[in-house]
T-cell receptor, first 116, second 112 residues
Framework: GAVVSQHPSRVICKSGTSVKIECRSL??????MFWYRQFPKQSLMLMAT?????????EQGVEKDKFLINHASLTLSTLTVTSAHPEDSSFYIC????????????FGPGTRLLVL | GQSLEQPSEVTAVEGAIVQINCTYQ??????LSWYQQHDGGAPTFLSY????GLEETGRFSSFLSRSDSYGYLLLQELQMKDSASYFC?????????????FGTGTKLQVIP
């Protein structure tokens, strides 16, 4: 299957700092990328849908000014957690889909964020 | 919005067959997917049903009934490595975009 990478895999930061997470589709062009957050022993919660070249669509309850998403190219989307706080500590996972492969999403390996 | 229900935990014996059910309520339904997630890892795609019926992929099969808003994942010849969480997920078209919403997950424990 297709490969999606995320960087970094793990990050520890101080409260109040900003953290950028990159999601790359390595062998296909991703017209749509999704960003999820997963707290321990819970399901994946969709945060936003990102389409290349347009603004992201955020789910209800997700602060767009706090979680900045940029999908500047067909292979790269970034999520920036601004002014991170301990409650933002979570497992952030991106997934990518390509036009035509509607039924399959390819997930990145995830980024574990710990805010002290 | 969307809501999906699946059992929280299932235990089954190695070599046996287990079925994990999923019921959903949503608008703009496009299809039902199943994902496997091991502890600490990211989800991996298992199966997708866009139409009613059974889809078979090796030891895993998935079924969908759109009229009943119901689907299931069937795992045969269970192996210890199948111990993981399994998520059903609905794919919907919303506001011109496709998006995927996950169920709460079923933790499967395979015992010897």
């Amino acid at each position: 299957g297709a490969v999606v990478s995320q960087h970094p895999s793990r990050v520890i930061c101080k409260s109040g700092t900003s953290v950028k997470i990159e999601c790359r589709s390595l062998d296909f062009q991703a017209t749509t990328m999704f960003w999820y957050r997963q707290f321990p022993k819970q399901s994946l919660m969709l945060m936003a849908t990102s389409n290349e070249g347009s603004k992201a669509t955020y789910e209800q309850g997700v602060e767009k000014d706090k979680f900045l998403i940029n999908h500047a190219s067909l292979t790269l989307s970034t999520l920036t957690v601004t002014s991170a706080h301990p409650e933002d500590s979570s497992f952030y996972i991106c997934s990518a889909g390509s036009q035509g492969a509607v039924e399959t999403q390819y997930f990145g390996p995830g980024t574990r964020l710990l805010v002290l | 919005g969307q809501s999906l229900e699946q059992p929280s935990e299932v235990t089954a014996v190695e070599g046996a067959i287990v079925q994990i059910n999923c019921t959903y309520q949503t608008s703009g339904f496009y299809g039902l997917s199943w994902y496997q997630q091991h502890d600490g890892g990211a989800p991996t795609f298992l199966s997708y049903n866009g139409l009613d019926g059974l889809e078979e992929t090796g030891r895993f099969s998935s079924f969908l009934s759109r009229s009943d808003s119901y689907g299931y994942l069937l795992l045969q010849e269970l192996q210890m490595k199948d111990s993981a969480s399994y998520f059903c997920a609905v794919r919907v078209l919303s506001g011109g975009y496709q998006k995927v919403t996950f169920g709460t997950g079923t933790k499967l424990q395979v015992i010897p």
